[in-house]
């Protein structure tokens, strides 16, 4: 594996932004720290519950000394300083290490960058960086537009780049968009050619750059958000700067006292154990910050499981190739849970040191540790179960010269991708290269990313000759994936045959529960209900979400309903809020006292994270589902204030006034937000959507087709526009559109059953019958067919 770098926080420009149909802000992902956004485990134990204190006056017996005892009280943050008497050698370690310098006090010794009244100009603005009355300043575009100074907080990283953090007021921190190469001593933009000014959601001034909730928890140790709703600011606090002992290893006064009075503590008075023999202890306390996940609270709970302090994402097509490899900024977890390294039970701290975050061998000697001549692994709790005995470094293998580029196992195996500008940072799915699958689903390939052009044609050529093999082999999932995400013949039976491989890992079935929705029958049904069984919490969470698509609320209910006492948050509250339309029509009987308990979670989860627009939009739908209607319009409105570019809120109080009969309202507000917006595609089409609910269905069609011109990928757009043609006598041109949608889009549904009975009336019965056999051809137990 690669030396691991602690990365300058970014704030993902593809975090969760929340539909009005998300558990979250789905991390998009789109724009959510280590988005929502996740994370799947393959059969294991669970991990530790967090220990309770025992009641005074319960009679509990004298454990023997061999057995040890849980603490009596809950643990606390302690001053690190005190680490350093008993564990100095992995205190040397870690000074000076990423984790240590993760975030850091602004000062001549921790600014790396050029504030020696230096000028760059990038998007079209100006930014000068200086140094004055004992700070370091930035001059820059602020929210409004206007250059203003700026003094910088704190510094976010060290290498390759560092980052800085400003301080505006009311206890935020942004995340400057202009940052410091410190490899060519640089400023560099790290949205260069996006038009990144004060009106881009991307700008460092606007929530998506808010670092109190995109990037400081993983920068710092005990970490708390401490958002205040009614005055709008933050009370932020940390244990101390940068990643820390009790980062990683939990509160240490329990540890402290043991310490110093030799006690039978569990763990030595830690609510977790590292080296615990279950992989995933370690692995999941590591995917707090080395994930794609959105959270479910302020902070994190050692001892808990991953998903009950976060929602991880998927292998979702915006973030991950079809392969599994990694496509937008999703850090380590995602990759290696799909490796064989995982499946083996290598766990991070095989391969890196974590308190200096190095290497723990040099070059191959960190792979050479299970994959040698010997053919045995040296690492304890590795299941060295078909190891080949081969020298893996040497140029019989590799193919390369010896000591050149190719010759490294990360070169072939962990291909890198640059982020943030100059950040590579190395796949960790351990793929094999193969070009010729590579050019057939256009994915990215070790060998083709060196060799191009006609250099590529040719070690495509030779691969085929050092690959070639008789033995038929099982359906891949890059290769079913691909079938199923482009609605290619077979693609519905190569869905299903997946999902009932047994060694799938769990993130890959979590990945293709999502999909059975494009997909549905009686089988996708079944596989959907066995995946609420799964023993694997990412994968139940997706499961619900099938069932959810499968069914109506009151038919959900016996299959979601033992969800509801889940061990695992995550899975318990998309459940609750799944069954909100059952739990309202009194259709859960014994359950409902379980549903209240996990919609309470849900509701407190929404309640801790009231600093996101997000989370407000879906408190506000969830108080007009279950009746608290008087709530709902302040809710939407501190969406606004949260974040006005949120355009999710404005639509749905847009729609929230007309219901209540403020139709001139919700016109003025919508008119307005778009002549600030006119190149808003969801705004247009909630302009299209209001006419027509209007009775203006002829002034409908312009925003309705400016809002599928401005974003032809979103199916939703184009499929209403069609409907609306339609509807106007205009079957050509709407059989057209639709034509067009399902030529990039051939799994849409919906598209397809309209354009079908739309031949079928207008007696074009050939083009009916040519879709309708390819619709068979995809998922022959599709219902819509009978």
Known sequence: MPKHKNKAARPDPDSPRSSTSSLLFPMTIGVLLAAVAGIGWFLFSPAPAPVKAIPASTPVATPAKSQPVVASTPATMVDEQQCQGCHSEQVKDWQGSHHQLAMQAANAETVLGDFNNVTFKAEKETTRFSRHDGGFWVNTPGIDGKNADFKVAYTFGIAPLQQYLIEVGEGRLQALGVAWDSEKHRWFHLYPGQGVNFKNPLHWSKPSQNANFMCVECHTTGFKRNFEAASNSFNSQWNSLGVG?????????????????????????????????????????????????????????????????YLPSVLTRELYELDGKIKDEVFEHGS??????????????????????????????????????AGKTSVEGVDGKGLQAKNYDSSEHTRHTMGQPGSQCVDCHM???????????????????????????????????????????????????????????????????????????????????????????????????????????EQALKLATEGLRHADPQVRESAVRAISAFLPPAERAPLLSPLLGDPVKAVRIVAARDLLGASRNNG?????????????????VQQSLLERAEANLNLAMLYQASGRTAEVEGLLRSALQRDPDFYPALVTLVQWLEANGRVAEAQTLLGDSLKQHPDAALLQHTQGLSLIRAGKTAEAMA???????????????????????????????????????????????????????????????????????????????????K
């Open 588 to 604: 859960l009987g014994a359950a409902q006292a379980n549903w209240n308990a996990a919609i309470a979670e849900y509701e407190a």
């Open 336 to 373: 290696f849970l799909q490796s064989k390294m995982f499946d083996k039970g290598v766990r991070c701290s095989n391969c890196h040191n974590p308190h200096s975050t190095e290497l723990k061998a040099p070059g191959n000697a960190v792979c050479l540790q299970c994959h040698n001549s």
């Open 245 to 309: 002992c009790q980062a990683c290893h939990g509160p240490a006064s329990n540890h402290l006292q043991w310490a110093e009075q030799k006690t039978d503590l569990m763990h030595h008075g830690f609510d977790v154990d590292l080296k615990d023999k279950n992989a995933a202890v370690e692995i999941e306390t590591c995917a707090r910050c080395h994930a794609r996940r959105a959270p479910l609270g302020d902070g994190f709970t050692v001892g808990k499981r991953l998903m009950d302090d």
């Open 703 to 785: 925003p309705l087709k400016k809002a599928a011109q401005l974003e032809p990928q979103n199916a939703q757009y184009g499929y209403v526009l069609a409907v609306a043609l339609h509807e106007s006598g205009k079957v050509n041109e709407a059989c057209a559109l639709l034509e067009g949608l399902l030529n990039v889009q051939p799994a849409n549904r919906n598209a397809r059953l309209s354009l079908i009975q739309w031949y079928l009336d207008s007696g074009q019965e050939p083009k009916a019958q040519v879709l309708l056999q390819g619709w068979k051809k995809m998922n022959m137990g599709d219902p819509a067919l």
């Open 415 to 521: 291909p890198g991708k640059f982020y943030m500008g100059n950040d590579l940072r190395h796949d960790h799915s351990f793929s094999i290269p193969n070009p010729e699958r590579a050019q057939k689903l256009g994915t990215p390939d070790a060998c083709l990313s060196c060799h191009q052009g006609k250099a590529g044609d040719k070690v495509t050529a030779q691969f085929k000759l050092w690959s070639a093999s008789s033995a038929a082999q099982a359906p891949r999932y890059d290769e079913s994936l691909w079938l199923i995400r482009n609605g290619q013949p077979g693609a519905a039976d190569a869905l299903y045959t997946q999902l009932q491989r047994s060694n799938l890992p769990a993130i890959q079935r979590a990945t293709l529960l999502a999909e059975l929705p494009l997909y549905p029958s």
